[in-house]
């Protein structure tokens, strides 16, 4: 039987010790400065984003690697005769799903499976994280393909997001919401649903509060998760997510591993942002 490579690209928030120990192939996104085009993860961390942003006062644009970025990345796999499966970013939030699929459609049929995670950061790297499992357990690509599809409905993925900086600057609120949210104190969390990023509800008030109601959330449905792996991800926040790590460990006794945010994740909703992400059973 074909040997299973598991692919992801850069918006996964893998860490670096699962990417090398599982094998994973990670292709990367690109963060547009000006003329300047950076492969997430390899030509740019979040330090230098952050710094960047900071002294220019202005947003990288990101962009979706292209369908030659993929078969450049697949080819060598399918050669020595490996199976594919790629576990995409959401195809609600960028042309990554198109361009795998057009990519993948220029190599044998059956061969490679993409799979659209309709999810984003670490919300696709618990499915990369299951598919990399079940590969391991001997099944096959069209098993693992149908385990994770069925999976997608069952990932919840929530962040507070610490400042309305980015969002503003990336078009996502207005000066007014951005002044006024600053005067007040009101940190956004965020959810992802039918593979987008939505408005779940605003917390007023210090910082923890925010964490608090996100972790309360989640503890809500704690009879319900998957404690195989439940991941707490962050940007520069590492304080924060050991709190929630220790307290989630301890609440649920899932095995839950901490994670930091990409280049493209930090571009979008900016520093100290941090997120819960988890599966149901059901």
Same mark, same amino acid.
């Given at each position: @039987? =074909?040997?299973?490579?598991?692919?992801?690209?850069?918006?996964?928030?893998?860490? &670096? $010790?699962?990417? !090398? +120990?599982?094998?994973? *192939?990670?292709?990367?996104?690109?963060?547009?400065?000006?003329?300047?085009?950076?492969?997430?993860? $390899?030509?740019?961390? &979040? $330090?230098?984003?952050?710094?960047?942003?900071?002294?220019?006062? /202005?947003?990288?644009?990101? =962009?979706?690697?292209? &369908?030659?970025?993929?078969?450049?990345?697949?080819?060598?796999?399918?050669?020595?005769?490996?199976?594919?499966?790629?576990?995409?970013? /959401?195809?609600?939030? /960028?042309?990554?799903? +198109?361009?795998?699929?057009?990519?993948?459609? $220029?190599?044998?049929?059956?061969?490679?499976?993409?799979?659209?995670?309709?999810?984003? /950061?670490? %919300?696709?790297?618990? @499915?990369?994280?299951?598919?990399?499992?079940?590969?391991? !357990? *001997?099944?096959?690509?069209?098993?693992?393909?149908?385990?994770?599809? =069925?999976?997608?409905?069952?990932?919840?993925?929530?962040?507070?997001?610490?400042?309305?900086?980015?969002?503003?600057?990336?078009?996502?609120?207005? *000066? @007014?919401?951005?002044?006024?949210?600053?005067?007040?104190?009101?940190?956004?969390?965020?959810?992802?649903?039918?593979?987008?990023?939505? &408005?779940?509800?605003?917390?007023? %008030?210090?910082?923890?509060?925010?964490?608090?109601? @996100?972790?309360?959330?989640?503890?809500?449905?704690?009879? !319900?998760?998957?404690?195989?792996?439940?991941?707490?991800?962050?940007?520069? =926040?590492?304080?924060?997510?050991?709190?929630?790590?220790?307290?989630?460990?301890? +609440?649920?006794?899932?095995?839950?591993?901490?994670?930091?945010? *990409?280049?493209?994740?930090?571009?979008?909703?900016?520093?100290?942002?941090? %997120?819960?992400?988890?599966?149901?059973?059901?």
């Amino acid at each position: @039987m =074909a040997r299973i490579k598991i692919f992801a690209d850069s918006t996964s928030d893998l860490a &670096p $010790e699962w990417i !090398q +120990q599982y094998d994973i *192939g990670i292709v990367p996104l690109y963060v547009v400065f000006g003329d300047e085009s950076l492969k997430d993860g $390899e030509e740019i961390k &979040p $330090e230098q984003l952050y710094e960047r942003v900071s002294r220019d006062g /202005s947003l990288p644009k990101t =962009a979706a690697p292209s &369908p030659a970025d993929f078969m450049t990345a697949f080819q060598p796999y399918i050669e020595q005769g490996d199976d594919i499966l790629y576990i995409s970013l /959401s195809s609600e939030l /960028s042309s990554t799903y +198109q361009n795998a699929l057009l990519a993948s459609s $220029e190599f044998p049929e059956g061969r490679i499976s993409v799979v659209d995670s309709k999810n984003l /950061s670490s %919300g696709i790297g618990l @499915m990369v994280m299951k598919a990399v499992h079940a590969a391991e !357990q *001997g099944q096959t690509l069209v098993q693992i393909t149908e385990r994770i599809e =069925a999976m997608k409905s069952n990932v919840r993925t929530e962040f507070v997001i610490d400042t309305l900086e980015y969002l503003y600057k990336g078009g996502r609120c207005s *000066g @007014m919401q951005n002044l006024i949210g600053s005067l007040l104190k009101i940190r956004p969390v965020i959810r992802v649903a039918d593979g987008k990023m939505t &408005p779940a509800y605003k917390v007023r %008030g210090k910082r923890e509060k925010a964490l608090e109601q @996100m972790l309360q959330n989640t503890l809500s449905n704690k009879e !319900q998760i998957d404690r195989d792996l439940v991941i707490v991800v962050h940007t520069m =926040a590492e304080e924060d997510a050991l709190n929630l790590q220790k307290t989630l460990q301890e +609440q649920t006794g899932a095995r839950v591993e901490l994670t930091t945010a *990409g280049c493209v994740i930090c571009s979008h909703c900016g520093p100290k942002t941090t %997120g819960i992400i988890y599966s149901t059973t059901h």
